[in-house]
């Protein structure tokens, strides 16, 4: 009589495993398939470590590969993928094949079962990781520009609240230098509401643009002085380029990281967001708008800094005035913008500083 064998130790050496895992901050759901079967869809706790284990008790000696949305946790789940042996790509949501069944029916389960099924067919393709190092400098020169938000919105307050009470700013601080300055400053120090409490209020909003407003600066020296020695002449060569100051070559530099790493011009075009969308059907194609999908940190800096490099490069100036002809202002300088970042481009690569070329 034949008996069946059970192998209490299975040996998937050489065999890929499959992982679609659903993020959240609670929880993960995930899904593990092989190469030719669904194994499970279940729920976790939010752990690499725990998600390792599992694969190795359960396929051990295997290759795994995984794959989760980008979103609110960033990249710190594919760090600690990475460390417990599992080679995962973090993929852009809007990348994701998606049925209108699986569209109109969105859960969790559906959704690892999708990202883990397209990482099998291979039609996923990861966006780009940074180092932990790279991912870091991003988000403190990010917050500078949230600071500027801030001090933006305190300044509205102020102003409203002094709109709200009818109290009128002084012609010498309505326009030129005198704006926001140390003067008026103190002149919103000395104005008085009709109330205490009323009072004590505005006198908090100036303490806080006053706080903000020195929190920046130390951030800003510090960016300075830090980043200043690690790019060294990287920063030297962007700020070359007509436009670009310290804080702008800090923002491309900090965004872009490695730019050998966009293998073509237009792929460094896309990345920006510096291309339009296209429609076609037949022999008609229609290109619409500039694509929703960009670095808008790099995008905004590049176009305030294409205004100023077409004043001083004539090159720049004649393709501006060509194209202005044609479509209007706003739409020629973002065709500056992308020239300029093409020209940024070639300098980082071959490390040499910006010409103005002559018409």
């Known amino acids: 009589m034949e008996t069946l064998q059970v192998t209490k130790n299975p040996d998937f050496t050489g065999e890929m495993i499959y992982v679609g895992i659903d993020a959240h901050s609670k929880q993960w759901t995930v899904t593990v398939m092989t190469e030719h079967l669904e194994h499970k869809t279940f729920v976790q706790p939010p752990e690499g470590v725990t998600l390792g284990k599992y694969l190795k008790k359960h396929f051990p000696g295997g290759t795994y590969k995984s794959v989760y949305e980008a979103g609110f946790c ?49 039609v996923l393709r990861g966006i780009h990781i940074p180092e932990k190092c790279e991912q870091e400098e ?24 002094l709109h709200l009470h009818g109290i009128r700013i002084p012609e010498e601080h309505l326009v030129g230098s005198g704006s926001w300055s140390k003067g008026f400053m103190g002149w919103l120090d000395s104005v008085e509401l009709d109330s205490e409490v009323g009072t004590f209020g505005f006198r908090i909003l100036i303490e806080q643009l006053r706080n903000t407003v020195s929190v920046k600066k130390k951030l800003e020296k510090e960016l300075v002085r830090l980043l200043s020695e690690e790019y060294g002449e990287e920063l030297k060569i962007i700020r070359s380029v007509p436009g670009i100051g310290l804080t702008a070559g800090l923002v491309f530099l900090s ?18 967001g510096l291309v339009p969308n296209t429609y076609g059907s037949g022999e ?16 905004t800096v590049l176009v305030q800094c294409a205004w100023t490099a077409a004043r001083a490069d004539p090159s720049l100036a004649k393709s501006y005035e060509d194209w202005r002809k044609r479509m209007g202002a706003n739409k020629a300088i973002i065709r500056v913008a992308r020239k300029l970042l093409l020209r940024i481009r070639h300098i980082l690569l071959n490390k040499e500083p910006y010409r103005i070329m002559a018409d």
């Open 74 to 122: 960033g990249f710190s789940v594919h760090y600690e993928l990475v460390s417990e042996g599992i080679d995962n790509i973090v993929i852009n949501p809007a990348d994701v094949p998606t049925t209108n069944k699986e569209r109109k029916g969105k859960r969790d389960g559906v959704d690892s079962r999708k990202l883990c099924r397209g990482l099998r067919q291979g």
């Open 284 to 299: 008609k194609e229609h290109s619409g708008r500039m694509t929703g999908r960009k670095n808008v940190h790099v995008q």
């Open 255 to 272: 965004e872009l990281g490695d730019t050998s790493r966009f293998r073509t011009a237009d792929s460094l075009c896309c990345f920006v």
């Open 138 to 161: 991003k988000e403190s020169m990010r917050l500078r520009k949230k600071l500027t938000g801030e001090i933006n919105r305190y300044k509205n307050r102020i102003k409203g609240k």
